[in-house]
């Protein structure tokens, strides 16, 4: 049963940082690609971030190149979203994936963590 859990959410203030965290099960980890989707009220779901298998490349939205930074652990089936210099722009539900692939609906989702920032 394939199982991606993230935490790590919360309410901060601007300019503030969190790291977000994934724990994946169920799946061949390693031939996997992981990405960070958010949902914020009124605005459409977005790709934040994708780190292909093996941590091969990375890719991140505009609105946070420089800022955010993910990452994966093999040896822990975790993946990370470290998010810096937030804004209250970055506030929605953060959604952890997993897919062969990058890619715009990947087939697996966590159950999101919800991520604040107050001015």
């Known amino acids: 049963q394939v199982q991606l859990v993230e935490s790590g959410g919360g309410l901060v203030q601007a300019g503030g940082s969190l790291r977000l965290s994934c724990a994946a099960s169920g799946f061949p980890f390693d031939n996997y690609a992981i990405a960070w989707f958010r949902q914020a009220p009124g605005k459409e779901r977005e790709e934040v971030s994708c780190?292909?298998?093996?941590?091969?490349?990375?890719h991140y939205a505009d609105s946070v190149k420089g800022r955010f930074t993910i990452s994966r652990d093999s040896a822990t089936k975790m993946a990370y979203l470290q998010m810096n210099i937030l804004n209250p722009e970055d506030t929605g539900i953060y959604y952890c994936?997993?897919?062969?692939?990058?890619?715009?609906?990947?087939?697996?989702w966590g159950p999101g963590t919800q991520v604040t920032v107050s001015s």
């Open positions: 994936t997993a897919d062969h692939t990058c890619r715009e609906n990947p087939r697996y």
């Open positions: 780190i292909t298998h093996r941590g091969g490349s990375t």
